[in-house]
């Protein structure tokens, strides 16, 4: 048995955008071996097909739906695809973000600011709001999990600054509390992956040295992979974590729980 038979998964921001394996990926791949049936939602329908193709090679059983998940009306429409194809809805994977916008408070443009807010959190609130009722609807309670950052839940110095993207993964922070006691008595859970130093198709644009900047910060001195989070998301997706609700787990080789100690 899988650990996540008969359950059905929708993983936002599945395919990632360049060569290896990114969280999203590394979710529906991992989902759908442990035999979860997956939704793969993307804005690009190419990426999210050759996933799609790659899930099938393995076995697994997962399709593609093309939306932009900081539209409503299409995060509505996404909910109507998962009930038709699958008719039921256990674990949503709240993954999509964008990657920190440089800025001191004193510095953050307008545009930024409201264009973070909407990819990090509202997507986030719109694709929950549209999975609580399908899964109330399916019975025996659901997993929402949000995607955040080190960024939101510690203050990095830096000489860029990243107030719109800190304060945006601290908003998701808020919500996954909110969701998981609005839902406790319905056996709808919510928790939060804070993933740390991770090497992912997204970072690769970094460069080496910004790469190895990021290793040095982690107190386990290696780098994370998408297979990390993808592991995670399994365990609060499955039944193993069935009293686990309103947690944030970080995912970052101890960066937000170990401190360096001179002597």
């Not at 839902?183 to 460069?207: H, Q």
């Not at 193993?240 to 309103?246: D, F, L």
Request: proline share 3%; hydrophobic share 45%.
């Amino acid at each position: 048995m899988g650990r996540l038979d008969g359950k059905v998964a929708i993983v936002t921001g599945a395919a990632p955008r360049g060569e290896g394996v990114g969280n999203g990926k590394a979710m529906a791949l991992l989902m759908a071996r442990e035999g979860a049936k997956v939704l793969l939602v993307n804005r690009s329908v190419e990426r999210g097909e050759a996933l799609a193709a790659e899930i099938a090679a393995e076995g697994g059983e997962a399709s593609v739906f093309a939306a932009d998940v900081t539209q409503s009306d299409q995060v509505a429409a996404m909910g109507r695809a998962v009930q038709e194809r699958y008719g039921r809805l256990d674990i949503l994977c709240n993954n999509v973000g964008v990657g920190a916008a440089p800025g001191r408070v004193e510095e953050v443009d307008d545009d930024a600011w409201h264009q973070l807010l909407h990819v990090n959190m509202t997507s986030a609130m719109m694709c929950s709001r549209v999975a609580v009722p399908l899964m109330r609807d399916s019975g025996g309670g659901g997993s929402i999990i949000n995607v955040s950052s080190i960024a939101g839940a510690l203050g990095l110095i830096s000489n860029e600054g990243a107030a719109a993207y800190a304060a945006t993964k601290s908003g998701v922070h808020g919500l996954t509390l909110s969701i998981a006691a609005d839902y406790a008595t319905e056996e709808i859970r919510c928790n939060c992956i804070i993933i740390g130093s991770v090497a992912t198709p997204m970072v690769a644009r970094l460069g080496a040295e910004a790469r190895e900047r990021r290793r040095k910060m982690v107190p386990m001195q290696t780098e994370g992979t998408g297979w990390d989070v993808g592991w995670a998301a399994v365990y609060l997706a499955s039944d193993e974590s069935r009293w686990v609700t309103g947690v944030f787990l970080p995912v970052d080789g101890g960066l937000c729980a170990l401190r360096a100690w001179p002597r």
